[in-house]
Structure formats: C-alpha cells, structure tokens
C-alpha cells in the first residue's frame, strides 16, 4: 500500500526520468503586494545549497520550467538560475483575473549535488511583487508531486537584489522524502523484462550434386 503517497497528481507535464536529477517544484501563491492592477510575480535567483552550505552552479540546473506563465522573453525562469544579478524571472500571469498562482519547477542534471536548503533573491523592481507564501514539492518515481513543505514569509527583504535569509535568519530547509524503500520500490516502473533467446539459424542446404 502507498498511503504515504497521498500526493498532488503531477500537473506541470512534467515524468520522473532517473536518467537525470531530483524534480523540485514551487506554488506560489502570494505576493507582498498590493497588486491593484499591476500583476506579476518576480525573483531575481533561486538558489540550492548542497549538504555542506555550498551553492549549486548554474551546471547543476538541467531546466526550470513555469507551465502556464506568462513572460518577456528577457524575463524567463532560466534567469533564475543563471548566477547573475542583473536578469530577473517575472510571471504576468500570477494575480490577472481568477489566476492567483505561480508554479517553477526545477530539475538538476544527473550526479549533481542533493539540495538540502534553499534561498530566494529579491528582484531589482516592484516590490509588491516579492513571493510571500508558497509550497515545496518533490516528484516522485510514481509521478507525483510530494509535499515538503509550506513557507509564509510576510516581510520579505525590502533592499533589492538581496536573499530572503537576511530576514528570515537562515536558508529554508528542504526536508527528505518520506518514503520507505519499499514505497520507492513499488513507485518505480518495472524493468522491461529480457527477450527470449533466440533460436539457432537452420543449417545450409548442402551444395548440389556435379
């Protein structure tokens, strides 16, 4: 039985591929705001940290997605792992009409380190704009975006192109996945089973008569 696995179904398009990295995803869904009529919601850096406090380079990052967000095209969730401060990702979808989230996905390369902390950098504008709740996922052999996590922070950094653990007194945790082997196990998809042997040629006719 997965009774563990009452997870949120994979809705990002998203299929577990062990050929790569761990799948991490973000659902945003408040900003410090006011919006009024101006939407968006904007980070200038995601940033993993490895077990020992070090940061994860660009290399790490295989891709980062926000299915259904809306963006210039020098605004895009790339932006968000690319070391720089000077680019900023900003979804102008989040908040217009009936739509109040944002969701990021983020999948690292195979053999990269495993992120056990997290940080966010505030965007060089807007204000109004800074993430202030949202919910970490992980997705799982089956799937399934499993949940670690739910943060509130309601003061983000008013400075800009700062990290949010200036105020919050530290990088947020990432939890492990609470899975047992056999969980992971019965998650996994089965391995092809092998081909049956094939059968010998048949002989060559002998060589006709003089």
Known sequence: MLG????????????????????????????????????????????????????????????????????????????????????????????????TASSLSITLVAGAPEPKSYDFVTAMVQIKRDPTVWSFSRLTPCNDWYPLASVEVLSPPLARRVPYATVTGGRFAIPELPLTDEELIACTPPSAPPLPPQPPPPPSPPPPSP
Do not use: M
Request: charged share 20%; net charge negative; aromatic share 8%.
């Open 4 to 99: 563990a696995l009452a997870c949120a179904l994979a809705s990002s398009g998203l299929v577990f591929d062990s050929s790569l990295g761990p799948n991490f995803r973000f659902d945003f869904t408040g900003v410090r705001g006011p919006l009024n009529n101006l939407g968006g919601i904007s980070l200038t850096e995601i940033r993993l940290y490895d077990a020992q406090g070090v940061l994860l380079p660009p290399e790490a990052i295989h891709k980062v997605e926000n299915e259904g967000g809306g963006h210039f095209p020098q605004e895009v969730p790339a932006s968000l792992v690319d070391g720089r401060l000077d680019t900023k990702w900003l979804d102008l979808e989040f908040i217009t009409g009936e739509t």
